[in-house]
């Protein structure tokens, strides 16, 4: 660079003194003084000309730098969503085609931006996972009832009540043998409905929200179980469909051993489940030795080690969160039937007064069952120590 400055400046004086480089020496000696002057002259001329040259050089990169500057301020004010998704949908514009026309879905990678230029960016970056919903009883009485259906508003069954006479000794030669005059009366269950309706569901719901139906669906059936399962232990607990544990134990387990073997068997039934409160259940697993403290009930019970199953002289025992802590069914469960005059049943309706006018929609959640027991003394209702 030094060698090419040297040249161009050689080149700038030959012009300007109009001589040879070859001759500089040869002009210089005929005057001096006058060729120096010329010489300082060109010089001058020469640093004024390099001077402007070298303004407007700068002028140039300045004006460059700024225009550089301007394009990548530019460049990174465009990188907002809108540009993010605008440069997405353009480089997947093909595929997208191809899919949509093939009825696939398909994934995208967004462009790179700059989130603090998108306001309410987080409904785009949420993680929406499966809801959290409202847990439901797990036991059900129509576990451990027999099931049945009927077809008409209510069922009617002949039912004996006491017989007069009996079989007796009869001695050969007698007038008359020992009569038996059974006394019949008619019983009747009516199917009752249990029902309800969950209203102004948005219509954009059900459609954005792929589980949104099912939800609706579970819970309708969850909430009749509910009302079901509150409706057959009120049901056995009257007077009318049980009777009072009447012994004399005070401790649980034997409580609940008298009434099963002594009481409900002589009443000719069999044993087959008894329910309790959680509390309850809870307090027989947790039973202590009154002397030793350690844990320590008969060895006519057990349970199982893996799924907690309690069982008393083998009956299964069964626990739920309605029976308030203290109080038991101890029944022969085979003495009553839960029959369905119309099966749990989910619909959904927009018609239901201005829903249509509202795009939201009702949901009717419905069933109709009916609950006969048929032997009043099946059934015995303890009351357990606390």
């Known amino acids: 660079m030094a060698e090419l400055q040297i040249k161009e400046v050689q080149q700038f004086l030959s012009e300007e003194l109009q001589t040879l480089k070859k001759n500089f020496s040869t002009e210089r000696e005929k005057d001096v003084a006058g060729f120096d002057a010329k010489v300082k002259d060109a010089m001058d ?15 140039e990169m300045d004006l460059a730098l700024a225009q550089a500057n301007e394009k990548a301020a530019q460049k990174t004010e465009r990188k ?30 967004m462009k790179d931006f700059n989130y603090s230029d998108f306001t309410g960016y987080e409904p785009f970056v949420t993680d929406f996972r499966d ?25 009617k069954y002949p039912k004996e009540t006491a017989t007069t006479g009996g079989a007796n000794t009869w001695a050969y030669g007698d007038d008359s043998k020992p009569e038996i005059e059974p006394k019949m009366t008619t019983y009747q269950a009516d199917a009752e409905w249990i029902a309800g309706l969950i209203k102004g569901v948005p219509v954009s719901m059900i459609e954005d929200l792929a589980w949104m139906t099912s939800f609706l669906q579970n819970k309708g059936r969850a909430e009749l179980l509910k009302k079901e399962d509150t409706y057959i232990q009120g049901l056995l607990l009257d007077a009318a469909n049980s009777e009072n544990y009447d012994g004399s134990k005070t401790v649980s387990i034997e409580i609940l051993i008298d009434a099963a073997l002594r009481q409900l068997k002589n009443n000719l039934h069999t044993p087959t489940g008894i329910v309790l409160s959680n509390q309850d259940y809870v307090n027989i697993l947790l039973g202590k030795a009154a002397g030793s403290g350690e844990y320590d009930f008969p060895g006519v019970v057990t349970v199982n080690p893996v799924s907690g199953q309690l069982n008393v002289v083998g009956i299964p025992v069964f626990s739920n969160s309605y029976l308030s802590q203290g109080t038991g069914i101890v029944g022969d469960w085979n003495q009553a039937q839960l029959l369905t005059r119309q099966a749990p049943r989910i619909r959904f309706f927009d018609q239901n007064s201005d829903d249509a006018e509202k795009n939201v929609i009702l949901v009717r959640v419905e069933e109709r069952v009916a609950l006969p027991v048929f032997y009043d003394d099946a059934f015995i209702k303890v009351t357990l120590a606390s």
């Not at 809108?82 to 085609?97: C, D, F, I, Q, R």
């Not at 919903?133 to 069922?155: C, D, I, Q, W």
């Open 45 to 59: 001329k020469l640093s004024a000309d390099m001077q402007a040259k070298h303004a407007d050089i700068q002028k």
């Open 131 to 155: 809801p959290i919903l409202v847990k439901y009883e797990a036991f059900h009485y129509r576990n451990v009832l027999p099931g049945g259906t009927m077809s008409g508003e209510f069922v």
């Open 80 to 109: 907002n969503f809108g540009w993010s998704l605008n440069e997405t949908l353009k480089a997947n514009h093909a595929e997208m085609v191809k899919n949509v026309k093939s009825g696939k879905g398909m994934e995208m990678t």
